[in-house]
């Protein structure tokens, strides 16, 4: 009798609960299409805006001569500079925070600043690098604003996401992986370069493609470090241009020719962006 009670409530339940399940799935569909408009919009804006001025001369010409190529020199280069900082110390942080006594007292500072200088603000982190290097170089050695600071500005940034990244990556390797390298007599170095890191490269890779991505789009840092420049820069260690302090220079310039620059190099900054993001998708899909 109760078994037949149960049954009949289940069944009479039953239409209610794929009405809400199909209520919640339409609903959760709406907002996401709801989400995604603004994306979309400032997407198609910029697409729609920056698309005519795509000319050969845009990347062959400085700034001064209504060109960005001197821009995307100077962002590439600074990038690289921050990466050659950045990947080596963050991958090697990394590996202490996940192989070498994670529950250490050592170890859990390190991972407590390494979360809290994720969410340092990027203009602190340019002030930070102006007052240790900008002003030490002009005093010591004579020059000032450079690429060379405004890379250091920008490994700030990238190493904490490349630390943690490359902590977290490492865990999720079965720890098979270390058991069976240890009973064949291998030692903790030869475990974690030759078992452990080739395992988990295509995730590492998505990490610091990441980093690499947020470095690339950043403002404020280099606005304190490498300021910019109308033409090239004579080397690494004078004013360097870059796309980001471009788009904020030249964006209320009154000039039809500098606007039309301000919307080319900002599709052309979404470009990169985008290419770098591509492969991290596809290597974090290949991880699964």
Known sequence: MKQSVSTNLT????????????????????LTILGMLPLVSVLWNIILKGSPGLTAAMFTKPIIDDGFANAVVGTLLMV???????????????????????????????????????GVPSIVVGIFTYSAVVLVTKKLFDFSYSAIAGGIALSILMLPIIALTTEEVLKLVPNNFRLASSGLGGSKFQTITRVILPNAVPALTTGVLLAVARGIGETAPLLFTALFAQDWADNLLSPTASLPILIFNLYNDPDPIKSQLVWTASLFLLGIVLIINLPARFLVNKGR
Request: a positive charge; proline letters at 5%.
């Open 11 to 30: 069944t009479n339940l039953s239409p209610i609960r794929n009405l809400f399940d199909r209520g919640m799935t339409l609903l959760a569909f709406a």
């Open 80 to 118: 690289t500079i921050a990466s050659l900082l950045s990947i080596p110390i963050g991958i090697a942080t990394g590996i202490y925070l996940a192989e070498y006594e994670p529950n250490g007292k050592i170890n859990r500072t390190i991972k407590f600043l390494t979360t809290i200088l994720t």
